[in-house]
């Protein structure tokens, strides 16, 4: 048996990803820009303060995960860690989000790193829970279409935010920034108690067990891992890149102007949101693996096209940002739910439930990802760029790094995909053998039911698809 969630009960998982996404984005976008121009700290205190307090947030994820693994209450192992989050975060972003002029390095420091710490529980117990609403090899990618629906939805509210409020209440660019810490603060709350009140969260096994760096580390060692790890970092870090670089690329060698370019951004993050269904309906089809290749190929293909669209031309950049962001949702959806499936290979291997300290591999690799992205300017600038003065060189050196650089990024995550072990065959006989452990050792406790789940029957094993 396993269980098929209702689509009010994903959509209702989903929600917390919303307030969590308009958090994460501002963090890497905006909040940087306000504390140097708004607030009046130097680039080299913004800076250091961001990039250091994200290398601590980093190191933080493998105990949290290690500690959710050994978590047990009534609500269950993740749903708790939900919980306590909520606040932490709230009130470091509210506190980040609302700093006036004149604030010190201290505050800022401060304050990030509450938020972070907050944002780290929330972001991995939500989606290491996701890992465990289903045992079926393709319910996992439904479980994740609707959670990177929920991350999409949440980049693309605080995205309109800004220019919304300047376009019909004429308010400056600060009282935009603002904005987002209150919808981030009002949502929260709403969201995280929705969606543990409505999704439950099966029990988690009984016996606790070791759960510290040793393991973390022992994990990596896991073949499957290393494969998925690299493609989900490359996956990260080559639209990482090219983000960090869309305006210089599509301002200079493009020449379109900043609000064309916000357009542009608008467009492909929409493109993104509409395509999220479209993966796990190409997994149940070819394997989650092999999807995910396809992804990649598409990705690289439509990187290395926007080099040859025409100058200024507005329509065909719309398309070209409509296709680059179709392969956007591809990775967070089908990585977290091949994720899942390594879970159950590890459980079956070492006899123990590292749900949580997979997670946490994860996202780590996903914040690693973002921190190497911002290499891209110092690169550039090595490689001869100016933002000031436009030079045939540097528009090269530009050219390179957002188009080809990406592409050859995905061209490599093909290859990794399509020697990937864990496809649906093998996934079904792991499970198979889990079930047989589990009626040996007298069956884990079960969770108990709810009018959101419907019993589904698990075919027996056949030929991948």
């Known amino acids: 048996m396993t269980q098929r969630r209702s689509s009010w009960a994903l959509a209702a998982f989903a929600s917390p990803n919303i307030p969590i996404a308009a958090l994460g984005l501002p963090l890497v976008v905006y909040l940087p820009e306000f504390y140097v121009s708004t607030i009046g700290l130097s680039l080299a205190a913004v800076g250091a303060a961001f990039l250091f307090v994200r290398l601590i947030d980093i190191s933080l994820d493998p105990f949290l995960g290690g500690i959710m693994d050994r978590t047990r209450t009534k609500l269950g192992r993740f749903r708790p860690w939900l919980l306590a989050g909520m606040p932490v975060v709230g009130i470091g972003a509210l506190a980040l989000f609302m700093g006036q002029p004149g604030a010190s390095a201290f505050y800022l420091w401060g304050w990030l790193l509450l938020t972070y710490a ?194 200024g031309n507005s329509g065909i950049g719309m398309l070209v940002l409509i296709l680059a962001g179709i392969p956007y949702t591809a990775a967070p959806v089908l990585v977290r739910a091949m994720m899942a499936d390594i879970g159950d290979e590890e459980r079956l291997t070492s006899g123990v439930d590292r749900t949580g300290l997979l997670y946490a591999i994860l996202t780590g690799t996903v914040k690693l990802g973002y921190a190497l992205a911002i290499g891209a300017f110092p690169v550039l600038q090595w490689m001869g760029f100016d933002p000031k003065v436009p030079t045939v060189s540097g528009d090269n050196a530009l050219i390179a790094m957002y188009a080809v650089v990406p592409a050859t990024m995905g061209l490599v995550v093909a290859a990794i995909m399509l020697r990937y072990p864990l496809d649906a065959t093998r996934v079904a006989e792991i499970q198979r053998q889990l079930a047989a452990m589990d009626a040996a050792q007298g069956g884990a406790p079960a969770a108990e039911p709810e009018a959101n789940v419907l019993p589904q029957q698990v075919p027996a094993p056949g030929p991948a698809e």
């Open 118 to 311: 907050g944002y780290s529980m929330v972001v991995l117990s939500h989606t290491a829970w996701g890992g465990v609403l289903s045992s079926d090899y393709q319910q996992r990618s439904r479980i994740y279409g609707w959670w990177q629906a929920g991350n999409m939805v949440g980049m693309i509210l605080v995205l309109c935010l800004p220019p919304l409020l300047v376009g019909v209440f004429k308010t400056g660019h600060a009282e935009g920034v603002r904005a987002m810490g209150w919808f981030i603060v009002a949502l929260l709350p709403i969201t995280i108690l929705m969606a543990v009140r409505v999704v439950g969260e099966p029990a988690a096994p009984v016996v606790r067990h070791a759960a510290g760096i040793k393991q973390y580390l022992a994990l990596l060692g896991r073949p499957s891992v290393r494969m998925l790890l690299l493609a989900d970092l490359l996956m990260g870090l080559a639209p990482g890149i090219a983000g960090a670089l869309f305006l210089f690329f599509f301002e200079r060698v493009k020449h379109f102007d900043k609000t064309q370019s916000g357009v542009l951004l608008l467009i492909y993050f929409l493109a993104g949101l509409l395509s999220a269904p479209l993966w796990p309906l190409l997994a149940k089809r070819i394997g989650k693996h092999r999807a995910l290749s396809v992804a990649a190929v598409i990705y690289a293909i439509v990187q290395v096209a926007t080099v040859f669209t025409p100058v």
